[in-house]
């Protein structure tokens, strides 16, 4: 049994910065690559930023410049850092983790969601 729990999600003003967390624990045996993802109200899920073991790090171009994505591999956590906050960045975060299970296969997990609202 794998859980990702996420944390760190609120109410910002336009220009505030919120630092997400998400938490990886279970019968976990090695994390390869993690991610962030959101989904506004009425869109599909979309990809923020990814982070591999190494630290290799990739954004789409609406956070670029604004958010920053890390990871604690000792914790199995992986952080956003979002910053310079814009009302379209309002949506639920949820963080992924592709990962070996002990005893198991390769599967990508999902945490439970964060809410992110960025209003004045």
């Known amino acids: 049994q794998v859980q990702l729990v996420e944390s760190g999600g609120g109410l910002v003003q336009p220009g505030g910065s919120l630092r997400l967390s998400c938490a990886a624990s279970?019968?976990?045996?090695?994390?390869?690559?993690m991610g962030w993802y959101r989904q506004a109200p009425g869109k599909e899920r979309e990809l923020v930023a990814t982070?591999?073991?190494?630290?290799?790090?990739k954004y789409v171009d609406p956070v670029k410049g604004r958010f920053t994505i890390s990871r604690d591999n000792a914790e199995n956590t992986v952080y956003l850092q979002m910053s310079s906050l814009k009302p379209e960045d309002t949506a639920v975060y949820y963080c992924?983790?592709?990962?070996?299970?002990?005893?198991?296969?390769?599967?990508?997990?999902w945490g439970q969601g964060t809410q992110v609202i960025v209003s004045s």
């Open positions: 982070i591999s073991k190494g630290g290799i790090t």
């Open positions: 279970g019968s976990i045996f090695s994390i390869n690559d």
């Open positions: 992924n983790a592709a990962l070996w299970v002990v005893g198991g296969g390769f599967t990508n997990y």
